[in-house]
Nanobody, 124 residues
Framework: QVQLVESGGGLVQAGGSLRLSCAAS????????LGWFRQAPGKEREFVSA????????AYADSVKDRFTISRDNAKNTAYLQMNNLQPDDTAVYYC?????????????????WGQGTQVTVAS
Protein backbone atom coordinates (compact mmCIF):
# COMPACT_ATOMS: atom_id res chain seq x y z
CA GLN A 1 0.00 0.00 0.00
CA VAL A 2 1.32 3.44 -0.94
CA GLN A 3 -0.10 6.78 0.15
CA LEU A 4 0.84 9.88 -1.82
CA VAL A 5 0.61 13.56 -0.86
CA GLU A 6 1.39 16.32 -3.35
CA SER A 7 2.54 19.81 -2.46
CA GLY A 8 4.14 22.83 -4.08
CA GLY A 9 1.32 24.05 -6.26
CA GLY A 10 0.30 27.68 -6.44
CA LEU A 11 -0.16 30.74 -8.61
CA VAL A 12 2.68 31.82 -10.87
CA GLN A 13 3.12 34.24 -13.77
CA ALA A 14 3.76 32.92 -17.25
CA GLY A 15 7.44 32.12 -17.65
CA GLY A 16 7.81 31.32 -13.98
CA SER A 17 8.73 28.09 -12.20
CA LEU A 18 7.33 25.78 -9.57
CA ARG A 19 8.56 22.56 -8.02
CA LEU A 20 5.98 19.99 -7.05
CA SER A 21 6.73 17.35 -4.44
CA CYS A 22 5.10 13.98 -3.91
CA ALA A 23 5.68 12.52 -0.46
CA ALA A 24 4.99 8.81 -0.23
CA SER A 25 4.46 6.43 2.63
CA UNK A 26 4.61 2.67 2.42
CA UNK A 27 7.32 0.06 2.18
CA UNK A 28 7.32 -0.31 -1.59
CA UNK A 29 7.90 3.28 -2.72
CA UNK A 30 11.47 2.68 -3.80
CA UNK A 31 10.42 -0.17 -6.08
CA UNK A 32 7.60 1.61 -7.89
CA UNK A 33 7.37 3.90 -10.86
CA LEU A 34 6.13 7.39 -9.98
CA GLY A 35 4.10 9.43 -12.41
CA TRP A 36 2.68 12.92 -12.67
CA PHE A 37 -0.62 13.57 -14.36
CA ARG A 38 -2.71 16.72 -14.69
CA GLN A 39 -6.30 17.63 -15.29
CA ALA A 40 -7.45 21.02 -16.51
CA PRO A 41 -11.05 22.20 -16.07
CA GLY A 42 -13.33 20.49 -18.59
CA LYS A 43 -10.56 18.23 -19.87
CA GLU A 44 -9.53 14.66 -19.31
CA ARG A 45 -6.64 13.78 -17.04
CA GLU A 46 -3.43 13.50 -19.03
CA PHE A 47 0.05 12.11 -18.56
CA VAL A 48 2.84 14.56 -17.77
CA SER A 49 5.93 12.61 -16.73
CA ALA A 50 7.10 9.39 -15.09
CA UNK A 51 10.24 7.97 -13.51
CA UNK A 52 11.03 4.38 -12.62
CA UNK A 53 12.40 3.20 -9.28
CA UNK A 54 16.06 3.78 -10.15
CA UNK A 55 15.63 6.96 -12.17
CA UNK A 56 17.06 5.21 -15.19
CA UNK A 57 13.81 5.22 -17.13
CA UNK A 58 12.06 8.55 -17.74
CA ALA A 59 9.09 9.63 -19.83
CA TYR A 60 7.66 13.04 -20.68
CA ALA A 61 4.64 14.28 -22.57
CA ASP A 62 5.66 16.22 -25.67
CA SER A 63 3.96 19.32 -24.29
CA VAL A 64 6.30 19.53 -21.30
CA LYS A 65 9.51 18.08 -22.69
CA ASP A 66 12.46 20.48 -22.25
CA ARG A 67 10.51 22.48 -19.65
CA PHE A 68 9.71 19.96 -16.91
CA THR A 69 12.13 17.65 -15.08
CA ILE A 70 11.10 14.68 -12.97
CA SER A 71 13.29 13.25 -10.23
CA ARG A 72 13.05 11.22 -7.07
CA ASP A 73 14.87 10.71 -3.79
CA ASN A 74 14.17 7.20 -2.53
CA ALA A 75 15.89 7.93 0.79
CA LYS A 76 13.27 10.64 1.39
CA ASN A 77 10.38 8.73 -0.20
CA THR A 78 9.75 11.77 -2.35
CA ALA A 79 9.37 12.50 -6.03
CA TYR A 80 9.63 15.92 -7.62
CA LEU A 81 8.48 17.70 -10.73
CA GLN A 82 10.46 20.83 -11.57
CA MET A 83 8.39 22.97 -13.90
CA ASN A 84 10.07 25.83 -15.75
CA ASN A 85 8.77 28.34 -18.28
CA LEU A 86 5.21 27.68 -17.18
CA GLN A 87 2.45 28.75 -19.54
CA PRO A 88 -1.28 29.32 -19.03
CA ASP A 89 -1.98 25.97 -20.75
CA ASP A 90 -0.16 24.29 -17.86
CA THR A 91 -2.91 25.36 -15.48
CA ALA A 92 -4.40 22.22 -13.96
CA VAL A 93 -4.62 20.05 -10.89
CA TYR A 94 -1.47 17.97 -10.80
CA TYR A 95 -1.63 14.42 -9.45
CA CYS A 96 1.11 12.10 -8.32
CA UNK A 97 0.59 8.38 -8.88
CA UNK A 98 2.44 5.13 -8.28
CA UNK A 99 2.60 2.05 -10.48
CA UNK A 100 4.08 -1.40 -10.13
CA UNK A 101 6.41 -1.24 -13.10
CA UNK A 102 10.10 -1.56 -13.80
CA UNK A 103 10.02 1.18 -16.41
CA UNK A 104 8.38 4.59 -16.69
CA UNK A 105 4.86 4.10 -18.03
CA UNK A 106 2.48 6.65 -19.49
CA UNK A 107 -0.77 4.72 -19.32
CA UNK A 108 -3.05 5.96 -16.56
CA UNK A 109 -4.63 2.57 -15.88
CA UNK A 110 -1.25 1.19 -14.88
CA UNK A 111 -1.23 3.44 -11.83
CA UNK A 112 -2.98 1.98 -8.83
CA UNK A 113 -2.25 4.65 -6.22
CA TRP A 114 -3.08 8.34 -6.49
CA GLY A 115 -2.62 11.47 -4.44
CA GLN A 116 -5.28 14.10 -3.89
CA GLY A 117 -3.75 16.61 -6.28
CA THR A 118 -2.30 20.10 -6.06
CA GLN A 119 -3.51 23.12 -8.02
CA VAL A 120 -1.17 24.91 -10.39
CA THR A 121 -2.41 28.17 -11.88
CA VAL A 122 -0.39 30.10 -14.44
CA ALA A 123 -1.45 33.68 -15.08
CA SER A 124 -0.79 35.30 -18.44
Amino acid sequence: QVQLVESGGGLVQAGGSLRLSCAASGPTFSTQTLGWFRQAPGKEREFVSAINYSGGSLAYADSVKDRFTISRDNAKNTAYLQMNNLQPDDTAVYYCAAAVSGVAVMTMKRYGYWGQGTQVTVAS
